[in-house]
């Protein structure tokens, strides 16, 4: 066995949420850390095995090199994908700006 | 729940002529429309699709030519399958309204085997629940009692095939998610070997775990349905080449000389009664010819902890593609970044959220050994675990669930009870191996128990034979009496 990480913070679930995108409000900060607590507590079992000598697995039933052959076939649709896009602009995707104004 | 004909009988009185695909659509309508709305199975109910698909089978047989194996058998699709031009879900708002350019490969199989999609149904929002109660268009309800959960997250597959929607539904399998509803609503549900079917066209939730597979009244229409959808994708790069089992073939094979192990670590903790029909599928086996034997692999008792950081880890990286640019929701703010914050926070419920910080933190600088490095190396425990008892035994057998269905809103706000639901289905997910869940009589309330049959990965067949004898030994096996209420 091995020490444990500590345990779940509201700042730490707060940082979590900002790389994920997330904006949460107060009282959803204040449920998801004390849920997360809790479910990470139950993952000390695993957090705290000592597994040294055991490699990883990522994938059961690994393939590796799948390709296939080089020959050219028609994609998607690009009026059908573009027709679900929330904005479009002469064939692309359309985005606010992406980077602040330069002073 | 109804006398309503099994694939098997469909396809057979379709293709031989005796029975119009557009007749048998009709009686499947008219049972969606009797019943639908106390259970709602379904996000979308594609009617006048079906009802062209259905003439079209019709028009095929009138002209001479076969059909398929599923001629004019209604199926129902979880809406995380994605239908070109029909709106996917996965019961989620940050996909209301999406029509997919492409349909899944699970889907084309289908409809060339002659098929009829009748819809699209109900689901956890991006399949993370057991309940069915966190999708975004309200819960399903289990149609043996409508105040209980179907399970999940296929539990709108599920009760669709118990209320005589269809007698086949596809579902998706990650921690369980096509047995243990399947268990609750008293019918088969079959995991496949990790890559036997496409993912192609699947939703991505976790996709190391996620596999494709059937919902079926009877274990002869799981093996139809797993016949035709089975077989390698190349646009699928995690696809088996290689030749999937055939199982239908083999069903009426039987067990003589197999050896089944009565896994001890998924009886613990379970409910008295589910351990007891548990119990007596293994005296049936037994009675059938196969040696039976208690097997322990204390691994799988590590399982839950490793998956509730591995598929969070995988669905975090998944649903970054949310973010509003692209498809399904956009909610607008000055700048992208703003943009993808304010839609992904106004798109996902609160399940969705919670597992994708859990991912994000499992795999954040700092945790990352700790969590999602040890929950793969656990991965490899219980792998060997498994192939050890795989040297004793053909097949491994015990609950699909601890419990019968509960009630709605009984683990809502405690996620991790929630999780608890799954513990004896999510090993199989983590080893990529195949099992399948088997109505198994009833507890005192008269609620559905499964019983799961565990097999190494690609030995189908052999899992398919066990889980024949096993349904014909039920207690309310047509011919045994009880019949279904």
């Given at each position: 066995m091995t020490d444990g990480p500590a345990r779940i913070t509201r700042d730490e679930v707060a940082h979590?949420?900002?790389?994920?995108?997330?904006?949460?409000?107060?009282?959803?900060l204040e449920l998801f850390t004390g849920q997360l607590a809790v479910i990470l507590d139950h993952a000390a079992d695993v957090a705290t095995l000592d597994l040294e000598g055991v490699a990883p697995t990522a994938h059961a039933m690994a393939v590796t090199n799948v390709l296939r052959s080089d020959t050219p076939r028609p994609g998607l649709d690009r009026a059908e994908v573009l027709a679900a896009a929330p904005d479009v602009e002469e064939h692309r995707f359309?985005?606010?700006?992406?980077?602040?104004e330069a002073p | 729940m109804t006398a309503a004909p099994t694939a098997t009988?469909?396809?057979?009185a379709v293709r031989s002529g005796t029975v119009r695909a557009a007749s048998v659509l009709e009686g499947h309508l008219a049972a969606i429309d009797a019943a639908e709305a106390g259970i709602h199975?379904?996000?979308?109910?594609?009617?006048?699709?079906?009802?062209?698909?259905?003439?079209?089978?019709?028009?095929?047989?009138?002209?001479?030519?076969?059909?398929?194996l599923l001629a004019g058998v209604p199926v129902a699709l979880k809406d995380n399958l994605c239908t070109r031009g029909v709106p996917t879900t996965c019961s989620s708002a940050i996909l209301a309204g999406w029509r997919p350019p492409y349909d899944a490969t699970v889907v084309t199989r289908l409809r060339r085997a002659?098929?009829?999609?009748?819809?699209?149904?109900n689901m956890d929002e991006f399949a993370m629940g057991s309940s069915t109660e966190t999708s975004a268009t309200g819960p399903t309800r289990n149609p043996h009692d409508l105040g209980r959960v179907p399970g999940g997250?296929?539990?709108g597959s599920a009760a669709a095939v118990a209320a005589g929607f269809a007698p086949i539904a596809l579902g998706s399998d990650t921690g369980g998610s096509i047995r243990q509803p399947a268990a609750l609503c008293g019918v088969v549900g079959m995991k496949p070997t990790y890559g036997t079917v496409s993912r192609y066209g699947l939703v991505a939730f976790a996709s190391s775990l996620d596999q494709v597979g059937p919902f079926a009244r009877s274990v002869a229409d799981a093996a139809l349905c797993f016949d035709v959808i089975g077989g390698h994708d190349e646009a699928d790069s995690t696809s088996l080449n290689?030749?999937?089992p055939r199982v239908l073939s083999v069903l009426d094979d039987g067990v003589e000389g197999m050896t089944v192990g009565v896994l001890a670590e998924f009886l613990d903790g379970a409910d008295p009664v589910v351990v007891a029909r548990a119990r007596a599928a293994a005296e049936a086996l037994a009675a059938a010819g196969a040696r039976v034997e208690e097997v322990s692999v204390p691994e799988v008792a590590l399982a839950l902890s490793a998956y509730y950081l591995i598929a969070p880890a995988e669905a975090s990286s998944n649903l970054a593609r949310y973010d509003g640019v692209r498809f399904g929701l956009r909610v607008d703010a000055d700048d992208t970044v703003a943009m993808n914050t304010a839609t992904r926070s106004a798109g996902f419920g609160a399940e969705v959220k919670r597992r994708i910080m859990l991912g994000t933190y499992a795999l954040s600088a700092g945790y990352m050994d700790a969590y999602y490095g040890k929950a793969l190396r656990v991965r490899t425990l219980i792998i060997e675990g498994f192939a050890r008892a795989y040297q004793r035994c053909d097949v491994l057998l015990g609950p699909t669930t601890p419990t019968t269905a509960f009630p709605l809103g009984a683990k809502v706000g405690d996620p991790l009870s929630m999780y608890l639901s799954d513990v004896c289905t999510i090993p199989t997910n983590l080893a990529g191996h195949p099992a399948i869940s088997v109505p198994f009589g009833t507890d005192d309330a008269g609620l559905p128990v499964g019983v799961q049959l565990l097999a190494p990965a690609l030995a189908e067949s052999t899992l398919f034979r066990a889980a024949a004898v096993v349904e014909a030994a039920a207690p309310d096996a047509p011919g045994r009496g009880g019949g279904t209420t």
């Open positions: 979590v949420a900002r790389l994920a995108r997330l904006q949460l409000t107060d009282a959803e359309r985005v606010p700006k992406l980077l602040g | 009988e469909v396809a057979s199975a379904f996000n979308l109910v594609t009617r006048e699709q079906a009802r062209n698909d259905a003439a079209a089978v019709d028009a095929a047989v009138d002209a001479g030519h076969d059909p398929g002659g098929a009829v999609v009748v819809g699209k149904t997250s296929s539990g290689r030749p999937t």
